[in-house]
């Protein structure tokens, strides 16, 4: 098979290179470096943390972006989301809201799911070596990452307009284009143009030498794959601008640096935050305290209740990373929590678009019919939910299938559900007493009394002190 091509474009071919020569007359870089424009909006937000290269390239970053200058058109950003799971989490979500924000203005942007980068494992931000992964299971996980990737996108389309002409949503998998090579020549012909020092340099890499593990030859050469993706994009789909966590910065450099070797032209890299739990760690698979945005790994109730119990200190950040409410809603949003802290009102906010944006108005009804019934005692709540619904809710408590045989009682159920201690420890329940027997919307007191199926009613059953 023949190895991959590497090409020299003409800067001409660009879409947003302004004028042949590629080169902005310095008046108009003054004049563009005070505007307001989408980057510095994002900024402002504390969404976008760092930009590459930031200074010395013949079109800046913003420059690209600013749709007031002559010959600029909508640009293409993307931004890589390795499988090593089956699902999406939090620590996911500002990378996607970067994406979200740039198609809101008007650009594309490509989600590009690592099918093949996956099975060398990221080295970055990271201690030792990730749980190596056979390919059945990366296919897999890259799969559902694909669905959770659409699912929000679609969401994100449905149900947060704007009125304004949106760019395009596409999602990619690099196992598309690396199972169409052999090693060899990979490397013979896309290998010459990485030093190893510059490599050796990176940060994470640095890291890695020094600890007692130290490191694999399939995690070192990681950053060349994912140099390369960002040249495979930039051919094929004019992408010039590469999204990523702030520790992605060595890896995102190591495309800049092959892309303009080979080419001669410029891309750029823009770098989000990280989250962090309390204790500073990072909040993901590795760490095991991801918050998963999969229904079937952490329901909308869970979700939605992550973010209502935000500590004060950290709500108004959040909302200006994982909403697209303007910042003087924010403010005021804000200035009503100083009257009224205990309504924990930003904290609901929060909960409530964020849950929207990843399960959808379905999903953020189901989280406030399950709070509702939990935490407010709602048994209007409790009485319309579904079985996915319950067990969701009460996932940490027994469950028992009973049919309900003609004169059964309060008891003969609490028994048959193992509700009741045996001996006497059980013996309380088997009179009448201050226990609450709720059924539906009845409650009984009398643990002779008899059950009947109610209609409209979902079937659960449960036993509660009062």
């Known amino acids: 098979m023949a190895a991959p091509m590497l090409r020299r474009v003409s800067r001409g071919r660009w879409l947003g290179t302004p004028g042949q020569s590629g080169v902005l007359p310095l008046g108009l870089r003054k004049a563009h470096s005070g505007a307001q424009g ?15 290269p930031e200074r010395g390239t013949k079109t800046e970053l913003p420059e690209l972006f600013d749709r007031g200058l002559a010959g600029n058109v909508p640009q293409t950003i993307y931004c890589g989301f390795d499988p ?54 990366v296919q897999s996980n890259a799969l559902a990452l694909r669905q959770g990737l659409q699912t929000l996108a679609a969401n994100h389309q449905q149900l947060f307009t704007n009125g304004r002409s949106w760019g395009s949503f596409t999602v990619l998998d690099n196992s598309a284009w690396y199972q169409k090579q052999h090693l060899v020549d990979f490397l013979a012909t896309v290998g010459g143009h990485f030093r190893m020092g510059t490599l050796l340099s990176r940060l994470s890499v640095q890291s890695r030498l020094k600890s007692p593990e130290g490191m694999s030859l399939a995690e070192f050469l990681y950053q060349v794959l994912q140099a390369y993706d960002f040249y495979y994009l930039f051919q094929h789909y004019g992408c010039r601008v590469q999204l990523g966590g702030a520790d992605q910065l060595g890896n995102i450099m190591s495309g800049y640096e092959f892309i303009h070797k ?7 890299g823009i770098s989000v935050p990280l989250i962090t739990s309390t204790t500073g760690a990072k909040l993901g698979k590795s760490a ?12 909308p109730f869970e979700l939605y209740q ?17 909403t697209f409410l303007p910042l003087p809603e924010i403010d005021h949003i804000m200035q009503l929590h100083v009257k009224e802290p205990e309504k924990r009102g930003p904290q609901k906010r929060l909960a409530a678009e964020v849950t ?11 989280a406030k019919r399950c709070t509702q019934a939990l935490y407010h005692s709602s048994i209007d709540a409790l009485e319309v939910m579904s079985d996915q619904e319950l067990k969701e809710l009460f996932k940490e408590a027994s469950f028992s299938e009973l049919v309900l045989d003609p004169g059964t009682s309060v008891l003969d159920t609490c028994r048959k559900a193992n509700a009741i201690p045996d001996g006497p420890r059980g013996q309380p329940f088997t009179k009448k007493t201050s226990h609450d027997f709720n059924y539906g ?12 199926m109610m209609e409209e009613r979902n079937s659960l059953c449960c036993l509660k002190e009062d």
Do not use: C
């Open 288 to 299: 095991g305290n991801a918050v998963w945005l999969n229904r079937e790994k952490t329901s």
């Open 306 to 322: 992550f973010f209502v119990r935000l500590q004060d200190n950290l709500v108004e950040r959040y909302l200006k990373l994982f």
């Open 262 to 268: 080979v080419t001669g032209e410029d891309v750029f």
């Open 356 to 366: 929207k944006l990843v399960h959808g108005q379905e999903g953020l009804d189901s």
């Open 84 to 137: 090593t799971a089956d699902s999406l989490h939090v620590g996911h979500l500002l990378a996607l809201l970067g994406l979200f924000h740039f198609q809101r203005a008007g650009h594309n942007v490509i989600a590009l799911v690592g099918g093949a980068t996956a099975r060398l494992g990221d080295p970055s931000g990271r201690t030792k070596e990730r749980e190596a992964l056979d390919a059945e299971r």
């Open 441 to 452: 919307i009845m409650k009984f007191r009398e643990p002779q009394q008899l059950l009947y």
């Open 38 to 52: 989408l980057l510095a909006v994002q900024k402002a937000r504390g969404l976008f943390k760092e930009f590459f």
